[in-house]
């Protein structure tokens, strides 16, 4: 594993909800369906995916709006998910 990869990874790792939900991005996609996909409470979602955002793993695709945000996982979020999914 990439030593840049290693502490994002150990991150997600440590948390259950963060792992499905790292899991659950593999496309763009909004946090009502990421609950939908994962069961998980939406303001969970919300705060892991800030802090997402926050450690780079994932992005905003339309910060601006207040409804409907879109998030995708960045290059290094998608090299942290393929290591979930070996």
Same mark, same amino acid.
């Given at each position: 594993?990439?030593?840049?990869?290693?502490?994002?990874? !150990?991150?997600?790792?440590?948390?259950?909800?963060? !792992?499905? @939900? @790292?899991?659950?991005?593999?496309?763009?996609? %909004?946090? %009502?369906?990421?609950?939908?996909? %994962?069961?998980?409470?939406?303001?969970? @979602?919300?705060?892991?995916? @800030?802090?997402?955002?926050?450690?780079?793993?994932?992005?905003?695709?339309?910060?601006?709006?207040?409804?409907?945000?879109?998030?995708?996982?960045?290059?290094?979020? !998608?090299?942290?998910?393929?290591?979930?999914?070996?």
């Amino acid at each position: 594993m990439n030593k840049n990869v290693f502490e994002p990874y !150990k991150w997600v790792y440590r948390g259950k909800q963060r !792992k499905a @939900i @790292i899991i659950a991005l593999d496309t763009a996609k %909004t946090p %009502t369906k990421l609950k939908e996909d %994962t069961n998980i409470k939406v303001t969970n @979602i919300s705060d892991v995916l @800030i802090a997402m955002v926050d450690m780079k793993l994932a992005k905003c695709l339309n910060p601006k709006d207040k409804l409907g945000r879109f998030y995708e996982l960045t290059k290094l979020g !998608k090299e942290v998910r393929k290591e979930f999914l070996r």
